[in-house]
Protein backbone atom coordinates (compact mmCIF):
# COMPACT_ATOMS: atom_id res chain seq x y z
CA UNK A 1 0.00 0.00 0.00
CA UNK A 2 1.36 3.45 -1.04
CA UNK A 3 0.29 6.61 0.59
CA UNK A 4 0.74 10.18 -1.08
CA UNK A 5 0.47 13.00 0.70
CA UNK A 6 -0.18 16.36 -1.10
CA UNK A 7 0.90 19.30 1.24
CA UNK A 8 -0.34 22.41 0.81
CA UNK A 9 0.34 25.95 2.84
CA UNK A 10 -2.11 28.82 2.82
CA UNK A 11 -1.74 32.63 4.66
CA UNK A 12 -4.76 31.73 7.09
CA UNK A 13 -4.37 28.28 9.11
CA UNK A 14 -7.36 25.86 8.00
CA UNK A 15 -10.04 24.71 10.77
CA UNK A 16 -12.27 22.64 9.10
CA UNK A 17 -12.58 21.22 5.02
CA UNK A 18 -15.08 19.12 3.18
CA UNK A 19 -15.80 16.87 -0.25
CA UNK A 20 -19.32 16.55 0.40
CA UNK A 21 -20.45 19.18 -2.51
CA UNK A 22 -18.49 18.09 -5.19
CA UNK A 23 -18.73 15.53 -7.62
CA UNK A 24 -16.16 12.42 -7.56
CA UNK A 25 -14.98 13.70 -10.86
CA UNK A 26 -14.00 16.74 -9.45
CA UNK A 27 -13.29 16.28 -6.19
CA UNK A 28 -12.67 19.87 -5.14
CA UNK A 29 -12.16 20.43 -1.09
CA UNK A 30 -13.94 23.14 0.85
CA UNK A 31 -12.70 24.89 3.58
CA UNK A 32 -13.23 26.79 6.74
CA UNK A 33 -10.24 28.98 7.63
CA UNK A 34 -9.51 30.73 11.03
CA UNK A 35 -10.40 34.06 8.81
CA UNK A 36 -13.64 33.43 8.46
CA UNK A 37 -13.33 32.54 4.45
CA UNK A 38 -14.57 29.27 2.97
CA UNK A 39 -12.45 28.44 -0.03
CA UNK A 40 -13.14 25.88 -2.79
CA UNK A 41 -9.81 24.30 -3.95
CA UNK A 42 -9.17 22.33 -6.85
CA UNK A 43 -6.36 19.92 -5.66
CA UNK A 44 -5.24 19.21 -9.04
CA UNK A 45 -4.21 23.66 -9.34
CA UNK A 46 -4.15 24.46 -5.37
CA UNK A 47 -2.57 27.73 -6.30
CA UNK A 48 -5.86 29.83 -6.73
CA UNK A 49 -8.83 28.65 -5.01
CA UNK A 50 -11.90 28.02 -7.66
CA UNK A 51 -14.41 29.73 -5.36
CA UNK A 52 -13.53 32.58 -2.38
CA UNK A 53 -16.10 34.14 0.05
CA UNK A 54 -15.57 36.04 3.08
CA UNK A 55 -18.19 33.70 5.03
CA UNK A 56 -18.11 34.94 8.61
CA UNK A 57 -16.62 37.81 10.37
CA UNK A 58 -14.54 35.05 12.80
CA UNK A 59 -13.26 31.66 12.46
CA UNK A 60 -15.01 28.62 10.80
CA UNK A 61 -15.50 26.33 13.08
CA UNK A 62 -17.06 23.50 11.13
CA UNK A 63 -18.32 22.85 7.57
CA UNK A 64 -20.48 19.96 6.35
CA UNK A 65 -21.07 19.62 2.47
CA UNK A 66 -24.05 17.99 0.36
CA UNK A 67 -24.95 16.95 -2.85
CA UNK A 68 -21.94 15.45 -4.25
CA UNK A 69 -20.02 12.19 -4.50
CA UNK A 70 -22.92 10.52 -5.65
CA UNK A 71 -24.60 11.54 -1.82
CA UNK A 72 -28.02 13.44 -1.43
CA UNK A 73 -30.19 14.62 -3.73
CA UNK A 74 -30.71 18.12 -4.54
CA UNK A 75 -28.00 21.07 -5.72
CA UNK A 76 -24.50 20.87 -4.13
CA UNK A 77 -24.28 22.76 -1.07
CA UNK A 78 -22.07 23.67 2.15
CA UNK A 79 -23.35 24.92 5.18
CA UNK A 80 -21.10 26.51 7.70
CA UNK A 81 -21.06 27.53 11.12
CA UNK A 82 -18.95 30.41 12.91
CA UNK A 83 -18.12 31.84 16.30
CA UNK A 84 -20.18 34.90 15.46
CA UNK A 85 -22.89 32.68 16.23
CA UNK A 86 -24.40 32.34 12.36
CA UNK A 87 -24.99 29.48 10.22
CA UNK A 88 -24.52 29.46 6.91
CA UNK A 89 -25.49 27.60 3.70
CA UNK A 90 -23.49 28.47 0.35
CA UNK A 91 -24.43 27.32 -3.33
CA UNK A 92 -20.82 26.95 -5.14
CA UNK A 93 -22.76 28.19 -7.97
CA UNK A 94 -23.85 31.93 -6.43
CA UNK A 95 -20.97 34.20 -5.62
CA UNK A 96 -20.71 36.37 -2.23
CA UNK A 97 -24.43 35.65 -0.99
CA UNK A 98 -25.52 32.37 1.00
CA UNK A 99 -28.79 31.18 -0.10
CA UNK A 100 -29.48 31.09 3.62
CA UNK A 101 -28.49 32.92 6.76
CA UNK A 102 -29.34 31.49 9.91
CA UNK A 103 -28.55 34.18 12.73
CA UNK A 104 -29.08 34.90 16.42
CA UNK A 105 -32.21 37.26 16.45
CA UNK A 106 -32.05 41.02 17.95
CA UNK A 107 -31.11 40.56 21.90
CA UNK A 108 -30.46 36.67 21.84
CA UNK A 109 -26.97 35.91 23.17
CA UNK A 110 -24.49 35.11 20.51
CA UNK A 111 -23.46 31.42 20.62
CA UNK A 112 -20.01 29.80 19.47
CA UNK A 113 -21.28 27.12 16.84
CA UNK A 114 -19.17 24.27 17.15
CA UNK A 115 -20.59 21.19 14.70
CA UNK A 116 -22.97 21.49 11.24
CA UNK A 117 -24.64 18.52 9.45
CA UNK A 118 -26.75 18.47 6.35
CA UNK A 119 -29.25 15.62 6.76
CA UNK A 120 -32.63 14.54 4.89
CA UNK A 121 -31.51 15.23 1.16
CA UNK A 122 -33.90 12.17 0.16
CA UNK A 123 -35.22 14.23 -2.74
CA UNK A 124 -35.15 17.10 -5.01
CA UNK A 125 -37.45 18.80 -1.99
CA UNK A 126 -36.33 18.04 1.18
CA UNK A 127 -32.98 18.95 3.15
CA UNK A 128 -32.16 20.60 7.10
CA UNK A 129 -29.25 21.55 8.90
CA UNK A 130 -28.16 20.29 12.56
CA UNK A 131 -26.29 22.85 14.24
CA UNK A 132 -24.73 22.15 17.60
CA UNK A 133 -23.57 25.19 20.10
CA UNK A 134 -21.30 25.70 23.01
CA UNK A 135 -23.89 26.35 25.62
CA UNK A 136 -25.73 22.71 24.27
CA UNK A 137 -28.14 24.04 22.20
CA UNK A 138 -28.75 21.75 18.91
CA UNK A 139 -31.09 23.55 16.41
CA UNK A 140 -32.87 22.06 13.36
CA UNK A 141 -33.39 24.68 10.17
CA UNK A 142 -35.36 23.52 7.53
CA UNK A 143 -34.57 25.00 4.74
CA UNK A 144 -37.63 24.27 2.89
CA UNK A 145 -39.29 27.27 5.02
CA UNK A 146 -36.22 29.53 4.35
CA UNK A 147 -35.40 29.76 0.91
CA UNK A 148 -37.99 32.23 -0.72
CA UNK A 149 -35.46 34.14 -3.87
CA UNK A 150 -37.99 35.88 -5.72
CA UNK A 151 -41.59 37.61 -5.48
CA UNK A 152 -42.96 39.23 -7.77
CA UNK A 153 -46.81 41.02 -8.21
CA UNK A 154 -48.43 40.72 -11.93
CA UNK A 155 -48.76 44.39 -12.11
CA UNK A 156 -47.87 47.34 -9.03
CA UNK A 157 -50.19 50.17 -9.95
CA UNK A 158 -53.67 47.69 -9.53
CA UNK A 159 -55.40 46.28 -6.52
CA UNK A 160 -53.77 43.19 -5.54
CA UNK A 161 -54.53 40.62 -7.66
CA UNK A 162 -51.82 37.61 -8.37
CA UNK A 163 -48.08 37.79 -6.30
CA UNK A 164 -45.44 34.40 -7.69
CA UNK A 165 -42.80 33.53 -5.43
CA UNK A 166 -39.99 31.29 -6.19
CA UNK A 167 -38.14 28.95 -3.82
CA UNK A 168 -34.65 27.30 -3.47
CA UNK A 169 -35.99 23.98 -4.20
CA UNK A 170 -37.12 24.56 -7.62
CA UNK A 171 -40.46 25.30 -7.21
CA UNK A 172 -43.07 28.75 -7.73
CA UNK A 173 -46.45 29.55 -5.62
CA UNK A 174 -48.80 32.15 -7.69
CA UNK A 175 -51.70 33.19 -4.83
CA UNK A 176 -54.89 35.07 -5.78
CA UNK A 177 -54.48 38.40 -3.77
CA UNK A 178 -58.42 38.93 -4.17
CA UNK A 179 -59.57 37.09 -0.91
CA UNK A 180 -57.70 36.67 2.18
CA UNK A 181 -59.37 34.20 4.65
CA UNK A 182 -58.53 34.77 8.14
CA UNK A 183 -57.03 31.73 9.43
CA UNK A 184 -56.26 30.18 5.58
CA UNK A 185 -54.53 33.29 4.06
CA UNK A 186 -54.67 33.50 0.38
CA UNK A 187 -55.71 30.65 -1.92
CA UNK A 188 -52.21 29.20 -3.90
CA UNK A 189 -51.38 26.80 -6.44
CA UNK A 190 -47.61 25.77 -6.47
CA UNK A 191 -45.53 23.86 -9.42
CA UNK A 192 -42.03 22.41 -9.21
CA UNK A 193 -40.67 24.57 -12.27
CA UNK A 194 -37.09 23.64 -12.27
CA UNK A 195 -34.64 20.64 -11.01
CA UNK A 196 -32.68 23.60 -9.48
CA UNK A 197 -33.42 27.29 -7.86
CA UNK A 198 -35.77 29.50 -9.71
CA UNK A 199 -34.07 32.99 -9.01
CA UNK A 200 -36.49 34.92 -10.93
CA UNK A 201 -39.93 35.35 -12.54
CA UNK A 202 -41.02 37.95 -14.30
CA UNK A 203 -44.56 38.46 -15.34
CA UNK A 204 -45.05 39.80 -19.52
CA UNK A 205 -45.94 43.45 -19.33
CA UNK A 206 -48.63 42.71 -22.26
CA UNK A 207 -50.01 40.13 -20.48
CA UNK A 208 -50.13 39.49 -16.68
CA UNK A 209 -51.37 36.08 -16.62
CA UNK A 210 -48.11 34.91 -18.65
CA UNK A 211 -44.64 34.89 -16.83
CA UNK A 212 -41.16 33.58 -17.49
CA UNK A 213 -38.92 31.80 -14.82
CA UNK A 214 -35.37 31.74 -13.97
CA UNK A 215 -33.62 28.39 -12.92
CA UNK A 216 -29.94 27.54 -11.64
CA UNK A 217 -29.10 25.05 -13.84
CA UNK A 218 -29.22 27.77 -16.77
CA UNK A 219 -33.01 27.38 -18.38
CA UNK A 220 -36.16 29.66 -19.07
CA UNK A 221 -39.45 28.12 -18.59
CA UNK A 222 -42.55 29.95 -20.13
CA UNK A 223 -46.04 29.76 -18.00
CA UNK A 224 -49.39 30.95 -18.43
CA UNK A 225 -52.06 30.89 -15.34
CA UNK A 226 -55.28 30.08 -15.62
CA UNK A 227 -58.33 31.51 -13.38
CA UNK A 228 -60.55 29.33 -11.84
CA UNK A 229 -64.67 29.22 -12.75
CA UNK A 230 -65.22 31.41 -9.68
CA UNK A 231 -62.53 33.22 -7.63
CA UNK A 232 -64.05 32.96 -4.49
CA UNK A 233 -66.46 30.74 -2.67
CA UNK A 234 -67.45 30.26 1.03
CA UNK A 235 -66.25 27.63 3.21
CA UNK A 236 -68.36 25.62 6.49
CA UNK A 237 -68.37 28.80 8.40
CA UNK A 238 -69.99 31.05 5.01
CA UNK A 239 -66.31 33.58 5.25
CA UNK A 240 -65.42 34.61 1.89
CA UNK A 241 -62.27 32.04 0.92
CA UNK A 242 -60.03 32.72 -2.34
CA UNK A 243 -60.29 29.24 -4.81
CA UNK A 244 -56.60 29.38 -6.89
CA UNK A 245 -56.36 28.72 -10.70
CA UNK A 246 -53.77 26.67 -12.67
CA UNK A 247 -50.28 27.33 -14.71
CA UNK A 248 -49.31 25.29 -17.36
CA UNK A 249 -46.25 25.48 -18.98
CA UNK A 250 -46.00 27.03 -22.59
CA UNK A 251 -42.23 26.90 -23.38
CA UNK A 252 -38.80 26.31 -21.66
CA UNK A 253 -35.25 26.47 -23.44
CA UNK A 254 -31.68 25.73 -21.82
CA UNK A 255 -29.70 28.94 -22.45
CA UNK A 256 -26.36 28.05 -19.89
CA UNK A 257 -24.69 25.62 -18.09
CA UNK A 258 -24.73 28.46 -15.00
CA UNK A 259 -28.01 29.68 -12.86
CA UNK A 260 -29.89 32.47 -14.47
CA UNK A 261 -29.60 34.88 -11.96
CA UNK A 262 -31.67 38.19 -13.35
CA UNK A 263 -34.16 38.68 -15.97
CA UNK A 264 -36.73 41.27 -16.87
CA UNK A 265 -39.48 42.10 -20.19
CA UNK A 266 -39.59 44.91 -22.29
CA UNK A 267 -42.13 46.97 -21.54
CA UNK A 268 -43.36 48.44 -25.00
CA UNK A 269 -41.76 44.92 -27.48
CA UNK A 270 -44.03 42.31 -26.87
CA UNK A 271 -41.71 39.05 -26.34
CA UNK A 272 -38.33 40.76 -26.04
CA UNK A 273 -36.35 39.97 -22.91
CA UNK A 274 -32.64 40.11 -21.32
CA UNK A 275 -31.23 38.23 -19.47
CA UNK A 276 -27.94 37.39 -17.24
CA UNK A 277 -26.20 34.46 -15.74
CA UNK A 278 -23.40 32.78 -13.76
CA UNK A 279 -21.12 32.52 -17.23
CA UNK A 280 -20.68 36.15 -17.29
CA UNK A 281 -23.09 36.00 -20.13
CA UNK A 282 -25.84 38.76 -21.15
CA UNK A 283 -28.69 37.27 -23.19
CA UNK A 284 -31.05 39.27 -25.54
CA UNK A 285 -34.38 36.54 -26.51
CA UNK A 286 -37.25 37.70 -28.45
CA UNK A 287 -40.62 35.17 -27.80
CA UNK A 288 -42.87 34.76 -29.90
CA UNK A 289 -46.64 33.81 -30.99
CA UNK A 290 -47.82 35.57 -27.04
CA UNK A 291 -50.55 37.13 -28.58
CA UNK A 292 -51.93 33.36 -29.84
CA UNK A 293 -51.57 32.31 -26.21
Not at 16 to 38: K, P
Not at 68 to 95: H, M, N, Y
Amino acid sequence: MCVYVLQIEKAKPFKCGTFGATSLQQRHLATGDFGGNLNIWNLEAPEIPVYSVKAHTEIVNTIDGVGGLGIGDGAPEIVTGSRDGTVKVWDPRQKDTPVANMEPIEGETKRDCWTVAFGNASNDQDRCVCAGYDNGDIKLFDLRNMSVCCVEFDRKDINMNKLVATSLEGKFNVFDMRTQHPTKGFASVSEKAHKSTVWQARHLPQNRDIFMTAGGAGGLHLWKYEYPAQRSKKDADEIEMGVAGSASLLQNVTLSTQPIASLDWSPDKQGLCVCSAFDQTVRVLIVTKLNRV
